[in-house]
């Protein structure tokens, strides 16, 4: 791929509920722009995006997956288009946070029937956090009860965009037969034959020109409440240039002012042209999308890196991705380049790595180059130390990026490999997976000896099941899902530790007085103690500090006599004992322990269950059975909509209670109703719904 200025360079996301289209609009991007010859699909297990085994049988996408390709604008200069396709089940959000983390612009995509869908809300709301501009696009307007004006609307008031719209339906459900330019004026269909390569444009159908014209006028009246270019030349012109509107709708987009909006069918080649000419034009290059800015590696000073070669290295590991033939670094390049052989330093490990070899990714095809610059994606081999949240850098200017934060585990279920020859095996290959993926922990239970496999949901535990036995051929016995309960204190308390012991080399001493009481994490936050030292300067060394937190966290976590975590506590050092020639870290931490321990029984514990945000669709005619079966799931019904002929319930339902619920729903409703769950909060489990050990 000929080089290509920065300038015409856009890092751009999928992201979008399942089954929303994200994929197949993907494909069709791929084949529009000349980089695949053969339009994949994924109900037919063809998708290039989707090239998991996983994937294509269960027709979702489970990891990002990244490509590049060209676009030009008519006549105008060639840009090339650096594409991230993102999974819409919530088990895997992972993938959307990391690479909406580095991605320069995003498309959301929504279903012209169901409009904005439970996981369109988290996925809208991570890139408001990153404050990526967006494009969204109406999907699906050949489905039946598909209304473009109420997904519109729905839009705008359920997450606060203000969309431009730009491109409007002609006709819907079995009617679609294009849409109309709205700038332009213009009517553009899709030739058939050419599975909608060949765009063909005609004048607006007289049916259709009363509201294409309404269609501008709104268009230029939501342009001119936010950019004064255009509001003063409508004011004292009348009217502005194509151009011009262009322009205007370009600083809109960049400044998250507005949301261009287009109106499509992806499966029935539809629509999409004037989306990828959207990317074009509207989405930020890495130049636009401005510095990024980190820390020196002590903390104490903030650092900018510009969107400039010249610039010193600054790349993020966002993702790392592991198979039985190797492990690959994915890595966005923020300044500076990167060369294969080259020798870089990872601030956090405090370790210099060797870059082996440097990938341009197009699915899982891999095309070697010698290098990266600056706006690049990438991955790379050879990166021993570096994971996900890691910066590379030059020794001498290093800099540290924010990392990311992902939620916590919510499900468990018990592994064992078939042999004791294997256990070593399925041990390293956890290990591995859990550099591949931050929200999936393993554990071996200490009472049992049984290794603990730890995911978002069922089916993300279900699929790394199914890929230790695939992809690394090992023959494992899986238990079933269990809720990963906590704990948290009932009131405050304060309790001492002490640890006094002779060993033949010296004595070892170390005391700690600790007050624990009930703390609110900030909301999002994944750390969920918070210790303070409230000791005098010069009462305890620093280092000794240090090791009566790691004492009191490492306790919290392992939970006492019920054996799962503590969270929502605050830890306070109040006061400590100090002799010089016998306190040593190691008694800081036991000392640390005991005190936790003592302090927690005293304030009593009460068992907590992970509660779940849950979205059900269904139609009409199931909607009481459903609803009854929610209730006696403990489910507490938030909100109802009616869209059509189906209803959406929203609530929020304890994680125990859901097991198994997708079989349930299909039988509740012929198949027909669909549901989707993510994490929300922690709740007192009442004592009926307590596990047996509580």
């Known amino acids: 791929m ?31 722009t000349g980089r695949e010859h053969r339009m994949g699909e994924v109900d037919e297990g063809t998708a290039t995006m989707d090239w998991m085994d996983e994937e294509r049988e269960r027709g979702i996408t489970i990891t990002a997956a990244a490509t590049t390709t060209t676009w030009r604008v008519g006549s105008g200069p060639e840009h090339r288009i650096n594409i991230v396709d993102t999974p819409g089940h919530v088990d895997f959000t992972a993938e ?42 109406v999907n699906k307007l050949d489905r039946i009860g598909a209304d473009f004006d109420r997904v519109v609307a729905d839009i705008e008031a359920s997450l606060k965009a203000n969309t431009l719209v730009l491109t409007i339906h002609m006709g819907l459900e079995k009617d679609f037969v294009g849409v109309i330019d709205v700038i332009r004026q213009k009517a553009l269909s899709f030739d058939e034959e050419s599975k ?9 159908p007289e049916e259709h020109v009363e509201r294409a014209r309404a269609a501008r006028e709104r268009l230029f009246d939501k342009l001119s409440a936010v950019d004064d270019t255009i509001l003063e030349k409508l004011v004292h012109h009348g009217e502005v240039s194509e151009d011009e509107v262009h322009a205007a709708i370009r600083r809109a987009t960049l400044a998250s002012k507005g949301v261009p909006t287009f109106a499509g069918a992806s499966f029935r080649n539809k629509g999409v042209q004037p989306l ?25 000073k903030k650092i900018e890196r510009k969107p400039d070669p010249g610039e010193p290295l600054c790349a993020l590991a966002f993702k790392t991705q592991i198979d039985p033939h190797g492990e690959l670094t994915w890595l966005r390049i923020y300044s500076g380049s990167l060369e294969t052989g080259e020798q870089v330093y990872n601030p956090r490990e405090q370790k210099k790595e060797r870059i082996g070899r440097l990938i341009r990714m197009h699915a899982n095809q891999r095309e070697t180059v010698d290098e990266a610059a600056t706006g690049d994606i990438v991955a790379a081999t050879g990166l021993k130390s570096t994971v996900t949240g890691d910066t590379l850098c030059p020794v001498h200017q290093a800099v540290v990026l924010e990392r990311m934060d992902f939620p916590e585990t919510v499900i468990s279920l018990a592994i064992e490999p078939s042999t004791t020859a294997e256990r070593d095996k399925l041990l390293d290959t956890l290990r591995k997976l859990a550099r591949e993926d931050p929200t999936f922990e393993h554990r071996l239970d200490d009472e049992t000896g049984q290794i603990i496999m730890s995911g978002m949901g069922e089916l993300h535990l279900e699929v790394l099941s199914h890929r230790i036995e695939r992809e690394f051929n090992i023959d494992a016995r899986i238990g079933k899902p269990r809720v990963s309960y906590r704990q948290t204190i009932c009131g405050p308390a304060v309790a001492e530790g002490r640890f006094e012991r002779e060993t033949a080399q010296r004595r070892l001493f170390g005391a700690v007085t600790l007050r624990l009481s009930p703390w609110e994490p ?32 490492s306790a919290a976590g392992s939970g006492g006599t019920l054996g799962y975590p503590i969270i929502n506590l605050r830890i306070e050092l109040v006061d400590a004992e100090h002799h010089p020639q016998d306190s040593v870290d190691t008694a800081y931490v036991a ?29 009409n005619e199931y909607y009481g059975n459903i609803v009854t079966d929610l209730q006696s799931r403990r489910a507490e019904i938030t909100d109802m909509d009616v869209h059509g002929d189906m209803r959406v319930v929203r609530g929020v339902v304890p994680l125990a209670e859901m097991f198994g619920y997708s079989t349930t729903i299909r039988s509740l409703s012929q198949g027909r109703a669909t549901f989707t769950m993510e994490p929300h909060t922690y709740g007192e489990a009442p004592a009926s719904a307590r596990p047996s050990w509580a």
């Open 2 to 32: 000929a080089q290509i200025p920065l300038e015409r360079t856009r890092n751009i996301g999928i992201i979008a509920h399942i089954d929303a289209g994200k994929t197949t609009t993907t494909e069709r991007i791929l084949f529009y």
């Open 96 to 137: 959307v946070e990391r690479s909406l983390r580095v991605l320069d612009g995003a498309i959301g995509i929504f279903c012209g029937v169901s409009g904005v869908e439970a996981q369109s809300y988290s996925v809208w709301r991570r890139a408001d956090r990153y404050k990526v501009p967006r494009l969204a696009f």
């Open 196 to 204: 909608g390569r060949t765009v063909l444009e005609r004048d607006i």
């Open 276 to 300: 990828i000419d959207a990317i074009v034009r509207y989405l930020p290059s890495p130049l636009e999308a401005g510095s990024v800015f980190g820390m020196s590696p002590d903390g104490k």
């Open 522 to 553: 900030p909301a999002g936050a994944r750390d969920r103690v918070r210790f303070e030292s409230r000791l005098r300067t010069g009462v305890l060394p620093k280092e000794l500090v240090t090791a009566v937190e790691d004492g009191a966290r």
């Open 591 to 619: 000392a640390a322990t005991y005190a936790l321990n003592e302090a927690s029984e005293k304030a009593g514990l009460k068992v907590l269950e992970p509660v779940m945000r849950l979205e059900v669709q269904t139609p």
